[in-house]
């Protein structure tokens, strides 16, 4: 006999979460904000040259968010198991991946830091400043992958407060120290864009030391050791490779497409340029909560499912998406309230400010669209073991609809950028109603995790669909 939902207490705990992780994106978003003030204070090129210069770390991000979320999918059902020790060993899993690829990263834009660059522009000015900045930030891609691979994961068994006091204390630092390398004060060089790498990195590094003490002095749910990092159990691996791989390839693929759009919009115009990356900073700064939510809603479903309440789980699901559709009405409302001030802090020409001021409207539509596309994708669908799914969705409407339509718009029709960014947004509208037909059909409530056997070991895990 299924419980019937405790409205107050799934609040009190969407709130735990939501808003801890809300605030730690928000203070993740306000460092490229006040870099890219800082940044756009010297220039549109220099500005322009940044943006494109973290295409890479964009992809980069997006790699470990996968890699992460993925085993978000795992640790929520364990978590409402109890089961501590496959949560630890899961850890031990995105840790040592996670570092892998940040060594390749590293290489690759430290070797062929112009090619990276010519992959987005083609304006030279662009490319020289860029370039500056790769030779330098590149150095902070394996302590990034450490901590975010870490603090998302740590999220999925309900500690959020770490990640807040960690990127409290990473943006003071990157501020301080941009403000000193990018100007030159306190007998520090002036660096320029090169400077705002050079924060960067030691930004990075403070978040890094934070998280290993943590680890390993205070976390008591999570037990962080060589052993689950170097080596792992084979049926661990198989499943967290089963259930994380569809998230690795959704956001990745996601993330080419969007990197993709920024190459679009490269080719247009170094406004263009400008514009989007303005707008782009603005619309993550103000949907973080809309990120929290969908964080919160992903650890809730998976964490009834793994306790076997799973009419729970599919009311809780549908009580949620309602409370992100009502967070991003208010949220596109609050856009529309601050793009006047948003705008005040660049020093842009009149041409990009009115592209500017009608982008920052069109985004705020795409805002109601994405909430219920986050409260699916990222908090049911993964929270439900619905992963293939999500994936799909993702590509198929970012590559078959959203891209090629930005294509058309920017190169054969000569549209304007505010049409064009439409354009590229537009996948966002279609998965809306493709998700919410999903949700309805309980088609994405799966169980993900194994039980065990007294003398067989680890039993298959049951991929049937689950609709009572």
């Known amino acids: 006999m299924e419980q019937k939902i405790n409205h107050k207490q799934m609040l009190k705990l969407f709130l735990t979460i939501a808003l801890p992780v809300a605030l730690q994106n928000l203070l993740t978003y306000a460092v490229g904000l006040m870099d890219s003030i800082m940044v756009g204070s010297l220039g549109e090129?220099?500005?322009?040259?940044?943006?494109?210069?973290?295409q890479p770390f964009f992809l980069f991000m997006m790699c470990m968010f996968g890699l992460s979320s993925g085993?978000?999918?795992?640790?929520?059902?364990?978590?409402?198991?109890?089961?501590?020790?496959?949560?630890?060993?899961?850890?031990?899993?995105?840790l040592r991946i996670a570092v892998l690829v940040?060594?390749?990263?590293?290489?690759?834009?430290?070797?062929?830091?112009?090619?990276?660059?010519?992959?987005?522009?083609?304006?030279?000015?662009?490319?020289?400043?860029?370039?500056?900045?790769?030779r330098v930030v590149a150095f902070s891609y394996i302590p990034f992958a450490v901590t975010n691979g870490y603090l998302t994961c740590v999220r999925s068994v309900?500690?959020?407060?770490?990640?807040?006091?960690?990127?409290?204390?990473?943006?003071?630092?990157?501020?301080?120290?941009?403000?000193?390398?990018?100007?030159?004060?306190?007998?520090?060089?002036?660096?320029?864009?090169?400077?705002?790498?050079?924060?960067?990195?030691?930004?990075?590094?403070?978040?890094?030391?934070?998280?290993?003490?943590?680890?390993?002095?205070?976390?008591?749910?999570?037990?962080?050791?060589?052993?689950?990092?170097?080596?792992n159990e084979k049926w661990i691996l198989h499943d967290y490779m089963?259930?994380?791989?569809?998230?690795?390839?959704?956001?990745?693929?996601?993330?080419?497409g969007s990197s993709a759009s920024t190459a679009i919009l490269g080719r247009m115009s170094v406004s263009a340029v400008a514009t989007v990356s303005i707008v782009s900073t603005a619309f993550q700064i103000v949907t973080v909560f809309i990120y929290g939510a969908a964080s919160a809603t992903l650890v809730i479903v998976g964490k009834y499912i793994g306790e076997k309440k799973f009419a729970t789980a599919r009311k809780s699901a549908n009580w949620l998406v309602v409370a992100n559709i009502v967070i991003a009405a208010a949220t596109a409302a609050m856009f529309l309230l601050l793009k006047d001030i948003f705008m005040g802090f660049y020093t842009i020409t009149p041409e990009t400010r009115a592209?500017?001021?009608?982008?920052?409207?069109?985004a705020a539509v795409v805002i109601l669209f994405y909430a219920v596309n986050m409260a699916c994708i990222v908090g049911v669908f993964r929270g439900g073991g619905d992963t293939v799914f999500a994936m799909l969705l993702d590509i198929v409407a970012m590559w078959g609809?959203?891209?090629?339509?930005?294509?058309?718009?920017?190169?054969?029709?000569?549209?304007?950028?505010?049409?064009?960014?439409?354009?590229?947004?537009?996948?966002?509208?279609?998965?809306?109603?493709?998700?919410?037909v999903r949700m309805k059909s309980g088609r994405w409530l799966r169980v993900v995790t194994r039980d065990m056997g007294d003398d067989a070991g680890p039993m298959p895990p049951e991929s049937s669909q689950v609709l009572e």
């Open 71 to 94: 085993a978000c999918v795992l640790i929520s059902q364990y978590w409402g198991k109890k089961d501590q020790d496959t949560i630890s060993r899961i850890f031990g899993i995105v």
């Open 401 to 436: 609809i959203a891209v090629p339509l930005g294509a058309l718009g920017a190169f054969a029709w000569g549209l304007s950028i505010p049409l064009v960014y439409f354009l590229l947004r537009s996948d966002e509208v279609v998965k809306a109603f493709v998700c919410l």
């Open 102 to 134: 940040g060594i390749g990263v590293t290489a690759v834009v430290l070797l062929f830091p112009r090619q990276v660059m010519e992959l987005y522009t083609n304006e030279q000015p662009v490319i020289e400043y860029g370039m500056q900045y790769l």
């Open 158 to 231: 309900e500690r959020v407060k770490i990640a807040v006091i960690t990127y409290s204390i990473s943006f003071c630092v990157n501020v301080f120290f941009n403000y000193i390398f990018i100007f030159g004060k306190f007998g520090a060089p002036a660096l320029g864009v090169a400077g705002a790498a050079v924060g960067t990195i030691i930004a990075r590094a403070a978040e890094l030391a934070i998280v290993l003490v943590y680890a390993l002095k205070k976390e008591t749910r999570v037990t962080l050791k060589w052993s689950y990092i170097i080596k």
């Open 45 to 54: 090129v220099q500005l322009s040259a940044v943006t494109v210069a973290n």
């Open 355 to 362: 592209a500017l001021d009608m982008t920052m409207i069109v």
């Open 242 to 256: 089963k259930f994380s791989l569809p998230v690795l390839v959704n956001e990745m693929m996601w993330a080419v």
